[in-house]
């Protein structure tokens, strides 16, 4: 009798072994394929204006994104940004669309202007404008783990205006309604607030240095850059 079940019972075993087996890699592809889809987002958000470590300009978080869903949502940081588009691509398996910026959003140039942009044509003029070679032509795999800008500037900052006018930006958030009301009130202009020097920078690891002039913001910029192609 014993025999017998262990007959029966072997089989079961193999059975159901192969279906963990089964199921443990069908979720390691699904999770490889989410982690893609989030580098090739993060890439395109990027390569659309030329933006971050290996480009000319930098978000000025909080950014808005709009899903293919219509939903919306606000992010903080990098981090913030790939959870958001990844918990979105979990609930969503099977969208092949991609999320995108929204607009109005705010950047900030290499040599410090802070720049409103209005909408996609506006974002393609920048990307345009920008002479670097974007992330070296690579592919957008790994990207999500190189996204990451060389420094964050610290804060306070004091933000002069092309009238002459100056105020201080106590964050990012600040830094951001200033340059949109700016915006607001001179529709028409072509010039730009820009940060006023010297300037704060703080590395991933805590150190800092200082930039006197736009000049100095730059180099710390390709500095940067250059040494983790």
Known sequence: MKRNLLKLTRPLFFALLSVLVFSSCENEVTSSDT???VDEVVFRMEESGNMGKYGCYSFVFPISISFPDGTTADVEDYDGLKETIRSWKEDNP???????????LEVLSEDGEVITVADKDELHELRMSCRRD???????????????????????LTILFPDGTTAEAADRMALKDLAREW?????????????????????????TATANSKEELKTLKEECSNSET
């Open 183 to 207: 915006k607001e009130n001179n529709p028409d202009t072509t010039e730009r607030p820009e940060i006023q020097f010297p300037v704060t920078v703080e590395y991933e690891d805590g150190s």
């Open 94 to 104: 099977d969208a092949t669309e991609r999320p995108e910026l929204g607009f109005p």
């Open 35 to 37: 982690e893609e889809y």
């Open 134 to 156: 974007f992330f070296q032509r690579r592919g957008h795999k790994g990207h999500g783990g190189r996204c990451q800008p060389c420094f964050e500037i610290v804060f306070p």
